[in-house]
């Protein structure tokens, strides 16, 4: 079977927001900067829509770093610097452009898999983050260890547990603290989430129980039909089953909240893109290709038309998706 990920035609999802008389998407403000400071991970996760790992190197560099915190400063509007990889801290530069983010009075997400927190090299990274008041949205795919394992590999379930003990130890996710812990649930297979909320309830419930976790927030997050997902789903003859459970699930009530809408994605090069999901595909904004040294004004990217593709369907199914949870 072929290793290449199956085609749709890209038009299909205009093509849906016709038949419902939208318009096509267009930015409508932009508050945050999302950057993919790099592709090297710990860990290898089946899920994984950018395909980071341990032998990945490309990485943005320190000028590049320099220049995203020369737009933040420029931009006011640009309230939150949200951190992906890869696993972000692995990058050289990470304490330098969290540093500075901070000192600019941004807002600023690291987006960790908690079991970086544990590697030799990192020691002392949880109370960085903690004194540098960062915000961490961690990825904990289930409360069991099962489902956690067969998807992102053997013992990081509990060096999960670990890390988030850890971050509690600190004052994460504490009822009286404003160190903020949210953690992600993406599902295991093909089929959307559950409820957000009642999944929440779970989550407290297990890991209350069973290992003394508290946490503010659950967000829910489709995995995307992308990358090694799709790759997987091709080889297990599951891609147009899943492609048509996003599509007969589309619901039009969430193309107004729609992450695209409010954000300017970055990618390791430097290069801009309308969200994380099309940086991963390599799918431009429509028109000309711009780096973050291209442009110096964000406010001239609002009201542009976003590019749009079949995976768009996963944002926009069932309760929606976005990096910051259901969208309803």
């Known amino acids: 079977m072929s290793s290449t990920q199956p085609r749709l035609d890209p038009m299909h999802f205009d093509d849906h927001l016709k038949n419902r008389g939208i318009s096509r998407l267009r930015r409508v403000g932009i508050d945050t900067l ?121 013992g990081v379930f509990d060096g999960s547990i670990r890390a988030l003990q850890i971050l509690n130890g600190l ?6 603290s404003d160190l903020v812990l949210d953690l992600v649930y993406n599902p295991v297979g093909p089929f959307l989430p559950a409820s957000q909320a009642s999944l929440e309830a779970d989550y407290r419930k297990e890991l209350g129980w069973g290992f003394g976790i508290v946490f503010n927030r659950l967000l829910t997050i489709t995995n995307m039909p992308i990358k090694r997902f799709a ?18 699930n589309f619901n039009a009530d969430n193309i107004p909240d729609l992450m695209c809408r409010h954000l300017i994605s970055v990618a390791h090069d430097g290069a801009i893109y309308d969200c994380d999901f099309n940086q991963a595909l ?16 964000l406010s001239a990217l609002v009201q542009k038309r976003i590019a749009t ?15 910051n949870g259901a969208l309803s």
């Not at 790759?231 to 007969?248: K, S």
């Not at 390599?282 to 004004?297: A, H, Y």
């Not at 768009?312 to 069932?318: E, L, M, N, R, V």
């Open 34 to 154: 999302q950057l993919n400071i790099g592709l090297q991970c710990n860990l290898a996760c089946h899920h994984c829509h950018v395909d980071s790992g341990p032998k990945r190197k490309e990485r943005l560099d320190r000028r590049a770093i320099g220049r995203v915190l020369e737009l933040l400063e420029s931009n006011p509007a640009i309230e939150t610097l949200d951190i992906t990889g890869g696993a972000p801290e692995m990058h050289p530069d990470f304490r330098f452009l969290v540093r500075g983010a901070r000192a600019l009075d941004r807002r600023v997400i690291d987006r960790c898999n908690l079991t970086i927190l544990l590697e030799p090299d990192q020691r002392g990274m949880a109370d960085f983050l903690a004194d540098q008041r960062v915000e961490i949205v961690a990825s904990l795919p289930c409360h069991g260890l099962e489902n956690v394992e067969r998807q992102r590999g053997r």
């Open 231 to 248: 790759h997987e789903l091709e080889r297990e003859g599951q891609f147009e089953t899943y492609m048509g459970l996003l599509i007969d």
């Open 171 to 176: 004052g994460y996710g504490k009822p009286d």
């Open 282 to 297: 390599e799918i431009s904004p429509p028109g000309e290709r711009r780096t973050i040294f291209d442009v110096d004004d």
């Open 309 to 323: 593709s079949a995976h768009c369907f996963g944002c926009t199914s069932g309760t929606g998706s976005s990096c």
